[in-house]
């Protein structure tokens, strides 16, 4: 019925074309309201070219934003109205674009936008409706034209296709409706001065003009807007290249990264890195609901990292080339790409971990970083790592290493690697920072850190006979600790009883209320009845006091002095009272700091083999030669005070360490003992006192 009738108005516009016209206002605008939302009537007039559909696309545009944005009473009628009109657009677009492919999706450009941008408490109903739609308008491509292509054009024409997922906040303000379309033209004249062979000043000058003029950049907040809008609609043209061969096309992230690098250093803008921080953050926040998108409709392997990453390496190279107008502040350059990676950290975004690792070891950023005097920009790097070992943290503590896991981890050992080489200082200064973050499962990882010394500093041969640790001039100096290690302390209420206890050993029971206040109060998230961070602060906290009690003695320096103060009988008390698993941790939290020479390698090396020659529980003497050894049977490095301990304690006769009932347990254990003790004791060596002599002056320095 529909299509005869159809087919008698065609006949009657080829004989009379006006007619067209009077057609598109009987739908609209005749005596019964309601026609138009006849659905297979008025699909079946657009379909047939009966009605214009730029008609329909500019009254159903102008009905929804009307309805939207009206700040009045949505009365039952109104509502009913708006449902009708989304439907209807809905249908239209699906129908004829999508599905026949009668019209192509630019006719019904107005109500696509629109649709884009319904806020949520509208489009509730038809959420699932517009995503796929959206999604088959994705699937389409232009069909290709005889003759060949320009490739400028067909980069534009990437440009203009609609975006299929969500802008990060819907644009409800109908004067911000065509805001996009502005865009999308200023873009394009940009990709046109971008694939140009030569570029003249000229040609740079007048698109500023443009900009000024457009009244974009503003205000912070039309800024943040238009540097939104740019960067999806150079992602979207990433994600849909106009080639079917080409996976992604990177001709507009490239366009981008010029036209962001051109804007901070030629627009008269009185802060240069405001603007540059205020992109970086705004592209992060883009990334993050790209990626959450994703993850919640499609899955994680749907997102892609590389338009981004390749986004951000280029801002690398170009903004850290020599450059009149940035040299001042590369710090700041620096410090806002710092704060855009923090952003966008592993743990909040996972499936741009590999590339996000490749972007904080970039040889435009780390090194530049490191080498940086002021003391924030290593303070920086050391949350990236941190960052990074949070986030393998879970992976590692369960041994859940799967092929992507253990692809981060070696990476991650690499660019340890590359730290231990060429900034050592690094490691060393925030060694207890990493170690909270380390699982206790990764031991050479560890190592690694804990291994780094000075470059000023030169270690002596372990196996060296005769060998006085107390006697280095480097004894006498205390290690750079890049933290606030009563941080923990004070949180979790600790640090006042303690200081009150180490004064006065009063009150005797704090020693094992300690004890309790060691355990986790999160045990499922860590995965330990013991909070690891706080059993580490404390356990440095004390060997600082323990020195700064012998540096107080005004006689000589003398074991006794070391045997009988407040801090060793807290050690004594944790190692004795506490359970296996506890017990393990406050003896790791001590081997943490056997390290490069100094007074804190001294003074926890003599905590750790005073505790092994007092206690007389086997298991306790046993536990603190696992903690040693395990450390020691890895691949190297090995830290320096961790290799002097363990040979004082296989060593010296006083601690009769080979009658141990545990070395001689399994053959192999015995086997494994024999194997170490040969290749730490050379042969006919005379042994020495194993205790280190104290000394006020060697613990010397200031804290």
């Known amino acids: 019925m529909i299509s005869s009738q159809c087919a008698v108005l065609k006949c009657i516009i080829a004989a009379y074309p006006v007619a067209i016209d009077r057609t598109s206002e009987w739908l609209l605008a005749g005596d019964e309201p309601d026609r138009k939302f006849v659905k297979r009537v008025t699909t079946a007039l657009i379909g047939n070219h009966l009605v214009d559909p730029r008609y329909i696309d500019e009254y159903l545009k102008k009905s929804l934003v009307t309805n ?200 008269d803008n009185a802060n240069k890195i405001a603007l540059l921080s205020s992109f970086l953050q705004v592209a992060a926040h883009v990334l993050i609901r790209d990626h959450d998108s994703k993850k919640e409709f499609k899955g994680m392997n749907e997102f892609n990292q590389k338009p981004y990453l390749r986004l951000f390496t280029n801002l690398l190279y170009d903004l850290n080339t020599p450059d009149p107008s940035l040299d001042s502040s590369n710090i700041e350059v620096l410090n806002a790409f710092s704060h855009c990676f923090h952003t966008i950290r592993p743990a909040r975004v996972p499936a741009f971990a590999f590339a996000w690792m490749e972007l904080i070891a970039h040889r435009m950023f780390m090194p530049k970083l490191l080498i940086s005097k002021p003391y924030r920009c290593s303070v920086m790097f050391k949350t990236l790592i941190v960052d990074q070992l949070t986030f393998l943290y879970p992976y590692l503590q369960n041994a859940e290493l799967l092929d992507q896991v253990r692809l981060l981890y070696k990476g991650t050992l690499r660019i340890l690697l590359v730290l231990l080489h060429d900034f050592p200082e690094f490691l060393c200064e925030f060694h207890f920072d990493f170690c909270d973050v380390i699982p206790t499962t990764c031991i050479q990882m560890r190592n690694l850190i804990l291994s780094a010394f000075p470059r000023n500093v030169r270690l002596p041969d372990p196996l060296t006979p005769n060998l006085k640790v107390d006697l280095l001039p480097e004894i006498m100096h205390p290690p750079r600790i890049g933290c606030d290690v009563k941080e923990a302390l004070i949180h979790h209420s600790v640090l006042q009883p303690l200081e009150q206890y180490l004064a006065s050993r009063q009150p005797t029971s704090f020693p094992a209320k300690l004890c309790e206040k060691l355990q986790s109060q999160s045990e499922a998230k860590t995965g330990s009845k013991y909070d690891v961070p706080l059993i580490n602060a404390l356990v440095l906290h004390l060997g600082m006091q323990g020195i700064a009690k012998l540096q107080a003695k005004n006689d000589e320096g003398i074991v006794s002095q070391f045997q009988d103060n407040s801090c060793m009988d807290i050690f004594e008390r944790l190692v004795v009272n506490l359970d296996p698993e506890g017990r393990y941790y406050v003896l790791n939290a001590i081997a943490n700091q056997l390290r490069y020479p100094n007074n804190h390698t001294h003074y926890f090396s003599c905590v750790l083999l005073y505790l092994f020659l007092q206690n007389e529980d086997r298991f306790i003497k046993e536990q603190i030669t696992r903690v040693l050894l395990e450390r020691l049977i890895v691949h190297q490095p090995h830290p320096w005070g961790l290799l002097i301990t363990f040979i004082e304690l296989i060593k010296n006769p006083q601690y009769d360490f080979t009658r141990q009932p545990f070395t001689h347990c399994a053959p192999e254990i015995a086997r494994l003992f024999e194997s170490v003790a040969r290749s730490c004791m050379p042969a006919k060596e005379e042994t020495n006192s194993a205790m280190p002599y104290i000394d006020k002056e060697k613990l010397g320095g200031r804290q």
């Not at 209807?88 to 699906?94: A, D, G, K, Y």
Request: proline share 5%.
């Open 68 to 267: 939207i944005t009206s700040h009045g009473e949505r009365t039952p009628a109104r509502l009913r109205e708006l449902e009708r009109t989304i439907d209807l657009s809905i249908t239209l677009v699906r129908e004829l674009v999508v599905k026949e492919q009668v019209l192509p999706a630019e006719s019904f450009r107005g109500i696509i936008e629109v649709l884009l941008r319904l806020p949520k408490a509208v489009s509730g109903p038809f959420d699932r409706s517009i995503q796929m739609l959206f999604e088959g308008l994705a699937s389409l491509r232009p069909e290709n034209s005889q003759g060949h292509h320009d490739p400028k054009h067909e980069t534009k024409s990437e440009l203009q296709r609609f975006k299929v997922h969500d802008l990060p906040a819907p644009l409800e303000d109908p004067e911000q409706q065509g805001l996009r379309q502005r865009v999308c033209y200023l873009l394009d004249d940009w990709l046109t001065i971008c694939l140009e062979g030569k570029v003249s000043d000229k040609m740079y000058a007048q698109y500023l003009t443009i900009l000024r003029q457009q009244e974009l950049l503003q205000t912070t907040k039309r800024t943040n807007l238009f540097f939104r809008l740019v960067t999806e609609l150079c992602i979207e043209a990433a994600y849909n290249p106009k080639s079917q061969s080409q996976s992604l096309s990177y001709t507009t992230i490239d366009a981008l990264a010029k036209l962001v690098v051109f804007l901070v250093k030629f627009l």
